[in-house]
């Protein structure tokens, strides 16, 4: 199966924008879809798709994708964004249904 | 509401079977895939594998392809995750979660059971 890789750290600045990103094979085929995680909680989806976020969510999140790359962008970083980030996608080498998961960003807001 | 509620935190020891489970409500359970999705304590996400409750078509994570047992029954709109002979290296928080989109199985799961947390002691 191929890998979705993120950085495993990036801090922001409060109020500051940040780009959160994404490489994988599979993401030239297939859109990434992003998840936010907070300590003791399970994940919730924040952005999906070509440009799809989810009711509920802020709209300061948003996606966007070239070649092998996927990045979520927080415009105007909030103390509550702080959070760990992954990515996943289809994996495009196996079968189309199997899914894997990035390693995951921890995004520290300072 | 729409929700999937799972089941309660699990001690087994080294070797013991254990079914964990996933109840969906608020939807139309055999339209959409359900999967499972491993977390390691402090680590990231991994994907298990995925079932179609509607005729029980399961695709496994080469990495848990023979290591676990996904399951749903429909009659009871739950979804099932098993372990014949549990290993320390299964301790974990366990999520069931369900795609975005009817009958596809789609990468955007918006919708997540608030985990079940097993835990496997020598």
């Known amino acids: 199966s191929s890998e979705l890789t993120q950085d495993p750290a990036v801090s922001v600045a409060l109020g500051q924008t940040v780009r959160i990103t994404c490489q994988g094979d599979?993401?030239?085929?297939?859109?990434a879809s992003w998840y936010q995680q907070k300590p003791g909680q399970a994940p919730i989806l924040v952005f999906y798709?070509?440009?799809n976020r989810p009711s509920g969510i802020p709209d300061r999140f948003s996606g966007s994708s070239s070649g092998n790359t996927a990045s979520l962008t927080i415009t105007g970083a909030q103390a509550a964004d702080e959070a760990d980030y992954y990515c996943n996608s289809r994996d495009s080498t196996v079968n189309p249904r199997d899914v894997i998961f990035g390693g995951g960003t921890k995004l520290t807001v300072l | 509401e729409v929700q999937l509620v799972q089941s309660g935190a699990e001690v087994k020891k080294r070797g013991e079977s254990l079914k964990i489970s996933c109840k969906s409500s608020?939807?139309?359970?055999?339209?959409?895939?359900i999967g499972w999705v491993r977390q390691m304590p402090g680590k990231g996400l991994e994907w298990m594998g995925i079932i179609y409750p509607d005729d029980s078509d399961t695709r496994y994570s080469p990495s848990f392809e023979g290591q676990v047992t996904i399951s749903a029954d429909k009659s009871i709109n739950t979804a099932y995750l098993q372990w014949s002979s549990l290993k320390t290296s299964d301790t974990a928080m366990y999520y069931c979660?369900?795609?975005?989109?009817?009958?596809?199985?789609?990468?955007?799961?918006?919708?997540w059971g608030q985990g079940t947390m097993v835990t496997v002691s020598s």
């Open positions: 979660v369900r795609p975005n989109a009817e009958a596809t199985a789609s990468s955007a799961y918006d919708l």
């Open positions: 798709g070509k440009n």
């Open positions: 608020g939807y139309t359970f055999t339209r959409y895939w």
């Open positions: 599979s993401l030239r085929s297939y859109y």
